[in-house]
């Protein structure tokens, strides 16, 4: 059994990107009874889809489990849907700031994710981890990444397991830019993520 996992690099104004630590956390301490590929992901709306395709079309995995910085958030935001659009707020890494745009021209308009999205949520909630459904993953890269992993999903037989969760940031990070805002531990994260991914497995072995 095969679970990619993904996160992004740093951006914006932001130094650190916690998901990029949780993937990190992973590659040193891969969970047991799992194989776990875990890569950050560039925050560039052309190569990151690349990317992407390189890990999907290598491991086949049997599952995706994937992960972005949303500021504001207060909760580990388990998504239902992904958009054909891309609309970015700011540019990304590589200057790219794209408006109005389909990520794949002619595919569906959205896609809802294909794991088990209110489970993933009471397993959250029951571990004592403020987690929530959230019913919109933006337009920007976290929403493109999310998209193109269903869009390939769905060509699967069956269709594997696919989900996308936004994290807040790190108090450290709001600190260094002087904001009071939600905020979440890197622990606290480290134990959200392991929850979704214990129950992801036991979840692909019935």
Known sequence: MTILVTGFEPFGQDPINPTQELVRHWQVNPPA????????????????PVRLLELLTCHRP??????GLAAGRASLSVERVALNWLDFRIPDNA???MQDRPIVAGAPAAYFATLPVRACVEALLAAGIPAEISYTAGTYLCNQAFYLALHWAVSQNPI????????????AQLA???KIAPSMTLDLLFQGAETILALLAKTMQR
């Open 33 to 48: 009874g799992v194989e776990v590929v875990a890569a950050v992901l560039p925050v560039d709306t052309e190569t990151a």
């Open 62 to 67: 049997d599952a995706v489990l994937m992960f």
């Open 95 to 97: 200057g790219r700031q």
């Open 160 to 171: 594997p397991p696919v989900g996308f969760v936004h994290v807040p940031p790190l108090p």
């Open 176 to 178: 260094a830019q002087g």
